[in-house]
């Protein structure tokens, strides 16, 4: 079983993924290849003097893998509540995991179709988002939400620090004390 089930590899996603895996968690990131940050060109990330956005995901990617995170092509067809955390499935398969993360950008027909409580987006062009506490919890047991498909204004900076934000919080729950994941200068 995975500790981490993420759907959605763009920068709340792969941030994410980037953390659970480094903090030792196994994690699988499954996404549907329909990135917006693969349209965008980038000069307000803090860090980055300009970056186009398929170069951001592909390095989000690679970082992620880095740390032993697992990548799938394919749509996340539902998420269910499990007896041990909650189930996705796929065209080809239904996989378990403690805990299921979706960040899924500007689409939430998923979470939808899954019975997961959406409500009005607050940003032009992002219609509706997920209903999400402040920790990123969804309405359904062990499933979490983070970026924009959570709400969070829509620029990478913000959505791949939300991404991070509630993968610590899902590592913190597993670990059951708070993570912290500082690297000191070598
Ligand atoms: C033209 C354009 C220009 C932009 N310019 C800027 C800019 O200059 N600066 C800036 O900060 N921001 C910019 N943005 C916004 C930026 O791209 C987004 O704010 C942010 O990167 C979104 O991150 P995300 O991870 O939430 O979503 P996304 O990057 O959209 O990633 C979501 C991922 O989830 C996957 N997915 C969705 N549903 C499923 C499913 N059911 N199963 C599996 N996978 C799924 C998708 O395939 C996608 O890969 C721009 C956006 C656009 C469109």
Known sequence: MYD???????PAGASAALFAAKAGKKTLVIDSDQSM???AWIENHYGRDKISGPDLVETGLAQMKKFGAEHRQAKVLSID???TGASVTTEEETIEAKHVLL????LTDTAEKSGIQIKEGPEPRIKQVVDIT??????LDHVWAAGTCAGKSVHTIVTSGHGAEVAINI????????????????
């Open 81 to 83: 509540s499990t007896d």
């Open 103 to 106: 960040a899924t950008g500007a």
């Open 4 to 10: 981490i089930i993420i759907a959605g590899a763009g």
């Open 134 to 139: 402040p920790e990123g919890r969804t309405s």
């Open 37 to 39: 940050t693969k349209k």
């Open 171 to 186: 590592i913190s729950e597993l670990n059951g004390e708070r993570y912290v994941d500082h690297d000191v200068l070598k």
